[in-house]
């Protein structure tokens, strides 16, 4: 059956529409939900929030009175109930199996058929006919690919839990990349609250889109308007500046951070969750084109908040950060900038203009600096637009003092 030629146009497409997560956020990422009898396998660094997340989608699948599992590998079955209750209360359609063997799993998914089976976590997960220690290489690679299977078989969507670490990077995910059919990792600064979800791969759907959330107390919030990444309490000092970054198709208000300082030796040049590269660049269009003088300092950047932004929209502020902490001037707290910059200190034009003045709006800036050929912007925030860093920054009162 299999190997006789079908012709294309006739062969139906079979494929099941996916089954929303019951999480906005991750549905959109999934491009619609998980599939039936697909694997996807979520990964992050520890504490990012893998389990929280996989047990909020166990949570809402299960309320829709569907079966679902959570087959907990590194934890026992009170430990889960703890874990689960902290979110709320538990649905009844909520079975576990703490086990971390993958024939039970197998055997589980075979006799209870699960809408969704949950595997928290495939490194914690072994195959003991092979040997190899928990977590190798060949060890995840064997559970996968046995998983993988049996889900297939019993039409149950797979969600596995991957663990990476900082340096070994992507050594486990890497290795079941092409054994599942979706990859989905959290990313975000343990340290703040919010996270990142995107898909790396994706068999059934586009990747690139991201999800927003901000992690708590009571789990995995959504974050659709990307606002957790703001700060507390308005800052009001030089060296501070809104923009909005795009990432996929989504765009989020953040604020750009500099501190510039009297180089004891040799200057730093310290980015954090900003671009160095780009940091790099804008000290020397600063220097070279706006008469910013930054010889013998030491500077800082970073965004407020636990994401990054990386990609050149953000340039301007991240100039107009580095030319109010030299110059102790304040940029006011109403006011956004947007915009690449070149070497030749021109303001360049950034992708998704009008997404992210629709982000700022929401945090409610009223005034933002834009490339030319920009639109009118939605209503209720003032546009104007700026051709050259030295005018943005001469506009601002932002002229060095040494
Ligand atoms: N019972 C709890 N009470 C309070 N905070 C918790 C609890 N369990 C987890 N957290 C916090 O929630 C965050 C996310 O935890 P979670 O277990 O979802 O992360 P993870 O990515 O699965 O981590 P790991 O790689 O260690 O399995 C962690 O920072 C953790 O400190
Ligand atoms: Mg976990």
Known sequence: MASSPTPLRAAEVALEPPRSTGIGELDRVLGGGLVAGSSTLLFG???????????????????????????????????????????????????????????DVERVLRSHRPTLCVVDSISATR????????????????????????????????????HVTKDGDLAGPRALEHLVDTVVRVEGDRYGPSRVVRALKHRFGPTGEVGLFVLGEDGMREDPDGLGAGPGPALDVPGVVWTATLDGTRAWPVEVQALVTAADGTPRRVAHQVSGPRLSLMLAVLEARCATGLAGRDVF????????????????????????????????RDLAVVGEVGLAGEVRPVAGLDRRLDALRRRGV???????????????????VARRLDEVLEGLGLVDNP
Do not use: F, M, N, Y
Not at 64 to 77: K, N, Q
Not at 303 to 311: K, N, V
Not at 366 to 384: H, N
């Open 127 to 162: 195959d003991d006919a092979l040997a190899g220690a928990t977590g190798s290489v060949g060890q995840v690679r064997q559970v996968a690919e046995r998983l993988c299977a049996a889900a297939r078989e019993t039409g149950t969507a797979l969600l596995l839990v991957g």
């Open 301 to 332: 950047a970073t965004t407020a908040g636990a994401l990054p932004a990386t990609e050149p929209g953000v340039d301007v502020a991240l100039a107009v950060a580095v030319a109010s902490a030299r110059s102790g001037v304040r940029v006011p």
């Open 45 to 103: 660094e520890p504490g990012v929030g893998k389990s929280t997340l996989a047990l909020g989608v166990l949570r809402q699948v299960a309320l829709t009175g569907v079966p679902v599992i959570l087959v907990a590998a590194e934890e026992s079955a009170a430990q889960v109930a703890g874990r689960a209750r902290r979110l709320g209360p538990v649905p009844e359609h909520l079975a576990v199996v703490a086990s971390s063997s993958v024939e």
């Open 366 to 384: 009223q005034r933002v600096i834009v490339p030319s050929g920009a639109t009118d912007g939605p209503p209720g925030l003032e546009v104007t």
